[in-house]
């Protein structure tokens, strides 16, 4: 008789979204939306008449989870009883002292690794999940630093949450680093992870990151959700996808270098994410606008500006601007006009003449842009 998991991992429940521009009403959505992602794991397992539910860490924040998330935790793994709940904590939802993992009281199906080594859980008869914890945020021991269970008898699966050095995305923080060499080596059937925010299904290897079930960030773009893993009576594994989320992201680079105006530009960032919103339900989908180019440094390009009049047209449920353009400037034109602008290029181009060497010239050229930026009205920013 099959014997099925549903494997997610990294729902950052409490995450304040921030970084993406949220506020206000916005990052309450998404906060909510992550909690109806966590039910609706509970629903699927149940749907797909799984056996347990294995959670590769970084459930909750730990700086922002407080006593309402912990209720919520408690009730939801309690309401899926008779589905056994496994939890490896990461380094967001690590055992500090006074985590919810330490502080709640769990129901009989809940059960918490707490110890940063592999320790057993048998599942049914042989069928056993070796699990791990982070007792710290910056733990960086090898999961693998274990005795092989290659000798043991029966089918052997490891959950934890940690780094494959291999795949490691460009400036992902490294906890808990391995190789995907390490799971077959040490025995394992299959390594059930979290930390990495894209899915990925290895079989071959015997490595499965569920990645984050809803959108985290603008590069998770794409359908998300658990992993539902079944092992059959002969010891095959397979991997499932589910395709659980709600929420979208959607990027989009935007050519900026013939508008003249900043009307003119609200105008091709609107047309850029329209065409990036395709088949996509607006109201849960938000949006990075990039704009490129290069441009004259006369056109105002204020990114919170341009933010707000393109919530006006409410095109998604958030859009953020990046200006990723390069300033255009014709100095000798601007040196001529008899205006503040005028003056200010000719009173550089003075000091240009002077320059003692190149990286002086270098210099008073950003002088020059930058200063023709802010008399422009344009949020002015390195580059």
């Known amino acids: ?60 924040e730990h700086e922002r989870a407080g006593i309402d998330t912990e209720r919520f935790l408690v009730e939801t793994f309690s309401s899926w009883q008779p589905i056994r709940v496994l939890i490896a ?97 040490r025995g394992f059937s299959a390594a059930l992870c979290g930390h990495y925010h894209r899915r990925r299904v290895d079989a071959a290897g015997g490595l499965l990151y569920p990645g984050s079930p809803e959108p985290l960030t603008f590069d998770e773009t794409g359908a998300r959700g658990p992993v539902c893993v079944e092992i059959d009576g002969s010891g095959e594994i397979r991997f499932t996808p589910v395709d659980l989320n709600r929420w979208w992201m959607a990027s989009t680079a935007c050519n900026v270098s013939d508008q003249s105006s900043s009307a003119a530009v609200v105008d091709t960032a609107e047309a850029a994410c329209r065409a990036a919103l395709a088949g996509l339900d607006p109201e849960h989908t938000m949006v990075r606008v990039d704009l490129t180019g290069t441009v004259d440094g006369s056109v105002p390009l204020d990114a919170y500006s341009l933010e707000a009049a393109m919530k006006e047209r409410s095109l998604a449920a958030h859009v953020k601007v990046r200006d990723l353009t390069t300033p255009h400037v014709n100095a000798a034109a601007v040196a001529a006009e008899r205006s503040t602008r005028g003056a200010f290029v000719r009173a550089v181009q003075a000091e240009m003449e002077s320059a003692p060497d190149e990286d002086e010239a270098a210099l008073l050229d950003d002088v020059m842009c930058y200063g023709l930026m802010a008399l422009s009205g344009s949020e002015v920013g390195l580059r």
Request: net charge negative.
């Open 1 to 60: 008789m099959p014997y099925r998991m549903l494997h997610l991992a990294d729902l950052h429940l409490d995450r304040s979204f921030a970084g993406l521009g949220c506020q206000g009403d916005l990052a309450r959505r998404r906060r909510q939306g992550l909690r109806e992602a966590l039910r609706a794991v509970g629903q699927a397992a149940r749907e797909r008449g799984c056996d347990a539910v294995s959670v590769g860490g970084d459930l909750y």
């Open 89 to 185: 904590p990461g380094n967001h939802d690590a055992l500090l002292p006074g985590s919810l993992y330490r502080r709640a009281e769990w129901s009989d199906n809940v059960h918490i690794f707490n110890d940063s080594h592999f320790e057993p859980v048998e599942l049914n008869d042989g069928l056993t999940v070796w699990g791990l914890g982070h007792r710290e945020p910056a733990w960086q021991g090898d999961p693998f630093a274990c005795e092989p269970v290659s000798g043991l008898s029966g089918i052997h699966l490891a959950l934890f949450h940690g780094a494959e050095l291999g795949s490691r995305p460009e400036g992902k923080s490294i906890h808990g680093p391995f190789r995907v060499a390490d799971v077959r080596r």
